[in-house]
Nanobody
Framework: QVQLVESGGGLVQPGGSLRLSCAAS????????MGWYRQAPGKERELVAA???????NYADSVKGRFTISRDNAKNTVYLQMNSLKPEDTAIYYC?????????????WGQGTQVTVSS
């Protein structure tokens, strides 16, 4: 069973930085995609940043130039460096991993970590 454990959330002032970590129970090479989503109160969960098809990445327009996704294969960990944080970045951030079973994508989620941007 795949387990994803997030850490690194917290309270930060506008303009500040945080780094989120997502540690996987197995090799991250086994996943077809891996990344971060977030969900703010009253809103749908949305993609923040993800690795797809190897090293290619994609980002939500709202975080381009401010957030960076990276990974440490030896530690089976994916990171999200968040700079120049804004109040609208406040949300629960979830780590996601996808593994295909034939044509069927299997989604795995972490428990989420709260990020609050406020003065």
């Amino acid at each position: 069973q795949v387990q994803l454990v997030e850490s690194g959330g917290g309270l930060v002032q506008p303009g500040g930085s945080l780094r989120l970590s997502c540690a996987a129970s197995g090799s991250i090479f086994s996943f077809n995609a891996m990344g971060w989503y977030r969900q703010a109160p009253g809103k749908e969960r949305e993609l923040v940043a993800a690795f797809r098809s190897g090293a290619s990445t994609n980002y939500a327009d709202s975080v381009k130039g401010r957030f960076t996704i990276s990974r440490d294969n030896a530690k089976n960990t994916v990171y999200l460096q968040m700079n120049s944080l804004k109040p609208e970045d406040t949300a629960i951030y979830y780590c996601n991993a996808v593994k295909y079973n034939g044509p069927i994508p299997l989604n795995y989620w972490g428990q989420g970590t709260q990020v609050t941007v406020s003065s």
